[in-house]
């Protein structure tokens, strides 16, 4: 019995120490897989973390995009309003300031047609008393009567009024200075020269009228009438026909008168109407019409410069109109209205 129980000791001892061992081997592995389970599931924990950090991250970035688009339309549409009324209140101040532009415009051409139609008709009726108070250097045949004179320049002044360009004007003066002089001549001023543009009577050597071209300080009696802005008289004798004051352009036989009167625009000398008694017998009081019929040709030219520059105002130009729109030199070829084509 007793060595029964011994043998049960034993085998109880050997299987203690076998779990024992068997518990020493496999507690290593034990620990190695259960460190492996935690570093596994520390890893697919963080992998989720990231990704839901991540899909976090995404959303915000598309909620802030859509939030950016939609302010910026909101504020593209604000300023694209306000723009739209910017603009209307600009153009209808456009507008306002142009009508006002224009009214002025014609305000001061009626103006000025007006000053310039009471200036003729003053220059008319002192020119016309001078006429008749002019006392006769030589005897001459018996003048018509002086209604003759007056409807005589009138039709010169009712030809001017009808002229529509500057340069029918110049012609139109030429015309009418050729009934009037025995010789007739119109040279315009162009900077520091004198360039014929219309004669009458002269000789075929001045033929044509472009042939003529000098300075004004050596154009004699007409330059002195540029000069000064007046006009000149010059009576030819044996002691001054070549004098400085001699017309430049053509040569007078003793005794012979010659006229230079300035034609002035907006203040300005533009041109020069000649005349003189040289060929034959001029009209009676030649000298008074052809001051009359220069005179009112400057107003005419000034009338058409005026109306020229209120209708560029009324078509284009929305600034104001200068107080005296008169005309420049020099009468060139790049004119719109023409003034510059050497006629002869």
Known sequence: MRGVMGLEDTVQQQGEQLLQRIRDLSEPE???FVSDMLTSAAKERASVLDETRRLAEDEQERAVSDESARVRAEVEKAWAAKLREASAAAEERQAAELRDSQKLAHRQLSE???SVRAEGQRVLEAA??????????????PPPPIDDVVLRVRDGIRRLDRVSRLTDA????GELAGREASRAA????????VRGWRFTAFEPA???????????GEAGLVG?????GATHSWVSDPDTASGDGAPAFTALPVGARALAVPVVVGG???AVLYGDDAAREPAAAWRASLEILASHAGHCMESLTAARAAQLVSQEMPAVIADDPGPTLPFGADDDDGVGTVRS
């Open 268 to 270: 300005q000398v533009m």
């Open 224 to 228: 002195h009438a540029i000069v000064t």
């Open 128 to 141: 016309l008393e001078a006429a008749a108070a002019e006392p006769a250097p030589e005897p001459l045949p």
């Open 206 to 216: 001045l033929e044509p009228a472009h042939q003529v071209d000098l300075k004004i």
């Open 186 to 193: 119109v040279l315009t001023v162009q900077n520091d020269r």
């Open 30 to 32: 034990i620990r190695a």
């Open 170 to 173: 110049l012609d139109a003066l």
């Open 112 to 114: 000025k047609v007006t």
